[in-house]
C-alpha cells in the first residue's frame, strides 16, 4: 500500500525534485509517483515488508543502483545488516587484538549535569590521539548521557475521533520536564478497517514554549500486530519529523525543536499518512492495525562532544555501546559530515581495519588538518565509545591504484552481489542495437565514456586540489590487455543483464570501502535496464528523441553509471536522489538528474549538465544524516 505525505511537505518536495520547467512536448516524467517520492525523501519505505527476522530479498540497496527504490524492503535490510555487522565486528576484533591499548578518556562532565560538553564549541578534547608519530591512533572514551528528569502524566486510553489536527487529543504538555504515558489503538476509528477504511490515525497534541527541547515518542506494541509510523507535525501541518522502524516495527521519534508552538504527534500503522493531517478521512487506505502504548517526554537532551585531532586524509571510525543510540562526526567547522543509529559494517570489504558493534557506528575521511568533533546523544546512561584512524591504505605505496573497465562481456561469480554464482555476462557491443545504434558505434562511444570517466575519477579531482598526491590510472578493454588479478587493480564490467547476473540491479559495487583498504575489488554496470523501453524512466531510450546527441548522452549517462560504481570502492555512500543536488552517488529513482538530462528533459542536448562528484545529504532511505563530500573522499584516500 501507497503511504501519502503531507500535501503541504509533499508539494514542496515533489516540486524540488522536478527539473526546471520542461516544454509542452518534453518527456518528462518524475518516475514514482510523488507521493511515493516524499516517503523516500523523508526517509520512509514504500514496499511491503518481510515479517521480522525474515531475510531481504532482492539486491542489496546500498551496493545497488536500483531501477525502482520503491520496491526496497529497507526493513528488512536494516535488521539483515545488524546480525552481520555483529559478526563482521567479532572478527576484526581477533585481528585486532594484537594492536596498542587505545587511550583511555573518562568525561569530565559530572554525572548528573549538563552543559559542559554539549557543543563543539567547548567539546571535551581526547590528548595525544592521532596519527602522528608518539601518537596513539585509538581511544576509548566513558562517559554517561544524563537528561533532565521528567514528571509523566499517566492519561486514559485514547478516544475517537482523534484523526486529525482540529480533533488532536491534548496531552496537556506545556513546559519543559513533561511527558505522558496513555495507550490506544489503530484501527477503532471511524475511517479504520471496519468503518470508513481511509486509515485511522491518532493525534496528539504539545505545546513547546523553549527552543532546544527535545521530544521523544516512543511506541510500544504489547499484542505486536501494529506495525507503527510516528509523524509529527508543525501547527501549519507541515511534516517535521518521521519515524517507521526502531528497533524491530515499534517506532521511536526523537526530534530537537527550533521553534517554539504547537506541534502534532500522528500515530499511525504501516504505511499510510494523511494527504491532509487536517481532515481525517485523507488517507490512502486503511494499513496496519493494533493497539499500542505510548510514551511521550519533552526535555532537555544530554548530548556529549569530543574533539580529536586529524590530519588531512585521516580515515576516521567510530562506534558506541551502551546508553547512547546515536554517534556523529563533525568536521573542523563544526558541520555534521556523518549521523549514525545503525551499524552497516558488514558492507565494508574483510580487510577493512574500521570499527563496528554496538548501537552505532560511523566513519569520516578527513579532507584538512584540524580538530574534528564525535558526539554521542539519543540515550540514557553509561556510553563507551571507539575512536580509531587510520592513513589511507595506499598512502606510500609505489603501484598506483588502477580501475579497469571492462566492456568485453565476462564470466565471473555473481555471489559476492548476491548473484547465483558463476555466470556469463553478454558484452558491450551486443546493446548498441537497443538504442539504435549499430557496431559501428562502438568505438565512438568507448572513446566517450571512458572520457566521462576520466573526467569524473581524475580530472576533477585533480581540478579540486585536494590531494597534491592524488593517483589513479585508468585502462579499459579495448585498448589494454586485462591486468585483473594484479595488485591494486579493481574492475568495472560494463555489459551483461539482470537476467544473465541474478542481480535485480542496473549497476552494483562489491564493497563501500572507506579508506580504500581492499584494492581488488569488482562492479557490474548491468546494460538491460539502460537500454530498455522507451516507457521506462530508467532506460537512457526514455530521454533519446530526434533531436538528441545520441553517442554524446548514452556516453555521459553511461559514464556517469561506471563512475557512480567506482565512487563505492572508495568509500562513498548514496546521496539523496530527491533534493535538487546533482551528484554522481545519486540512487536510483531519480535518474534524469545522474544522467544529466537537462531541463527540456531531453538527452543529448545542449543544456544538459555535467554531473560530477560532491557535497550532497546523505540518502534518507539509508539512515545516515548529514553532508557527504564524495568529491572530498575520493581525492584523499586515492594517493601515494
Known sequence: MRRTIALVAGTALVAAMLPAAAGAESKYDPGPSGADRATLALGGQVAAKAPAGKAPTGVNPYLGLVPDPTTIDYAAWKQAAEKQSAVREQKRALRQAAAASPILVDEDEPDGTQGSNDSTAIAQPVPGFGTRAKQNPRARILGSLDNETVSRTTLTPNTEDDGAIPLARDTGIQASRNGITTSGTIGDGPHGSAAGDTGDFDFYKLTITQVGETLRADIDTPVGLLDSMLALYDADGEEVAFNDDSGGFDSLLTYTFTEAGDYYLAVTGYNVLPADPFDPASGDGAASEGAYN???DVARADLDFYAVQLRKGDVLGTSVTGGAATITLYDTAGREVHGSS?????????????????NAVSEHVADEDGLHYVAVSNGSGAYDITVEAYRPNLEGDKVTQTIFIDFNGQRLNTAIFGGPGVVTLSPFRAFLGRWGLTTADENALIDRIVAEVTENLKQDLIASGLNDKFRLKILNSRDHADPFGQVNVSRLIVGGTIAESGVNTIGI?????????DTQESALILLDVLSGPADD?????????????????ISQAVGNVVSHEA????????VDQF???LNLMDQGGNF????GVGPDGVGGTADDPDVDFGEDEFNPSEGFTGIEDTKGRLATVLTR
Do not use: C, E, M, R
Open 294 to 296: 505510548l510514551l511521550v
Open 342 to 358: 545503525q551499524d552497516l559494517t558488514f558492507i565494508y570489504p574483510p580487510s577493512s581495519p574500521l570499527p563496528g558493534g554496538g
Open 509 to 517: 559495487a562489491q564493497s563501500i570501502d572507506p579508506g580504500n583498504f
Open 537 to 553: 524512466d530508467a532506460s537512457l531510450n526514455f530521454y533519446i528523441t530526434p533531436a538528441s546527441d545520441k553517442i554524446a548522452f
Open 567 to 574: 565512487g563505492h570502492f572508495f568509500g562513498n555512500w548514496h
Open 579 to 581: 533534493n535538487d543536488t
Open 592 to 595: 534524469p538528474l545522474l544522467y
